[in-house]
């Protein structure tokens, strides 16, 4: 048996969602499951950049060290 180089998962969805899917991947011209994995590669981005914004937040106070951008890179 030829084995994949990416690992698979089943997701289950219900009825409607996969007809939203599916439209939706059929007008993007792609296939639904890779339709699914760019929406789910694009959620972990967001919930990333949630999380630096977050984190940037924290770290932004008035008594924070400051670098200048030049020097952040010797």
Known sequence: MLQSKNT???VT???????LLNSMAKNANQST?????????EALER??????SALAQARDVVSAKRVKH???WK
């Open 70 to 72: 030049e020097d952040a």
């Open 8 to 10: 698979r998962i089943n």
């Open 13 to 19: 969805f219900e009825a409607p969602l996969v007809s």
């Open 33 to 41: 499951a890779g339709f699914v994995k760019e929406l789910a590669l």
């Open 47 to 52: 919930r990333e950049d949630v999380a630096l």
